[in-house]
């Protein structure tokens, strides 16, 4: 992974951040929210190799934790996407490439959007903050299960054509 691919995607990351803060974020999507950063941090490191998935996940991490709106711990973001690259690069290797089979993929990033919310949760519970209702954090989880669904069908195309910019020759092979 070249030091160039590396900040284009640090600034795309950033981008779709400001765009999830500043409008994604103020829509009231029924049951639950959707978050755009995740999906598109998701989807990068399901593509990635498996110090790329895991180095992805660190970065997106910290920018989460960096967040006006979140209050959790600082680092918790950072150790629930990093753990979500790893289980992304172990996982990844057994399922083969995405490009091929474009369901799995939303699927896959389905599965890691919910899996790093129950993560959330459970991390939360662990350092002792109150987390809500259970009912409310499954309909929560659910919610936004169903939108990165609905919404990551449409995007990981061009998260994959923008990915494939970023390429080198050498990595294209």
Known sequence: MSWSRVGFTSVLLLFFFIVQESAISKINFPIAGFSLYICVVLGLMALEDRFGAISFGFMAGIVLDFSPSSDSPFGKWALILTIIGYLFSRNRESIGDFTERPMAFVLFVTAGATVALIMFLIIGLVLGENNGSI??????????????????????PLIVKLRALTLSSRERI
């Open 135 to 156: 009912l409310n954090n499954l309909k929560t989880v659910f919610g936004n299960g169903i939108w990165t669904l609905l919404f990551s069908s449409i995007l990981l």
